[in-house]
């Protein structure tokens, strides 16, 4: 389908209001899925300080230290924290102050079966997600019986977790 093949775009959507009818558009939404996608695309952004230039597409970790550290996007596709806890993963960063640039990102894989008995938690405090009161094995187990706590707890969790790392970038 034509949703599976993002081709690389600058979209200038026409909002209606007064900034449209002066000639300058309020936000640039920025389309792709891969780093290359972002690459090509980041190389050809105009800069305005008038425009607020929105990332909309799924990007790993590393596409979006890419377009982060741009300084040319100012809110990226929060879409990544959503698909991993589909799947039973979760983002861990390090605890306190970390260079988003250079800090090891974790990807747990819950449904693996060695959190079977993790009496661990999920997260530092640190974090400050509502996953974090629970241990992965519980985690586990939810995936395990298809509860749908499971995923929900991840994602919010992700949630958070791409927030401390974007934050981290200012």
């Known amino acids: 389908s034509s949703h599976d093949k993002t081709i690389p775009s600058l979209v200038t959507p026409n909002h209606g209001n007064n900034l449209s009818n002066t000639g300058s ?8 899925n891969s780093i290359n996608d972002a690459q090509a695309v980041l190389d050809t952004i105009p800069l305005s ?3 607020c230039r929105y990332w909309r597409g799924r990007l790993d970790i590393d596409g979006l230290r890419l377009v982060l550290s741009s300084g040319k996007v100012d809110i ?12 039973g993963k979760a983002i861990i960063l390090p605890d306190g102050d970390f260079d988003p ?8 894989d819950m449904k693996d079966t060695k959190y079977d008995a993790d ?3 999920m997260c530092s405090a640190a974090c ?6 629970f241990m992965r094995g519980y985690i586990h187990h939810l995936f395990v019986v298809r509860e749908m706590l499971g995923p929900a707890a991840l994602v ?6 791409l927030q401390r790392f974007i934050s981290a970038f200012k």
């Open 25 to 32: 558009q309020p936000m640039i939404a920025i389309s792709g």
């Open 49 to 51: 300080d008038n425009q």
């Open 76 to 87: 990226v596709d929060a879409s990544l924290a959503v698909e991993l806890a589909e799947q």
């Open 101 to 108: 640039m250079t800090a090891a990102v974790d990807i747990l």
């Open 119 to 121: 009496t661990g938690k």
């Open 128 to 133: 400050g997600c509502p996953a974090g009161q």
């Open 156 to 161: 919010a969790h992700n949630l958070k977790s």
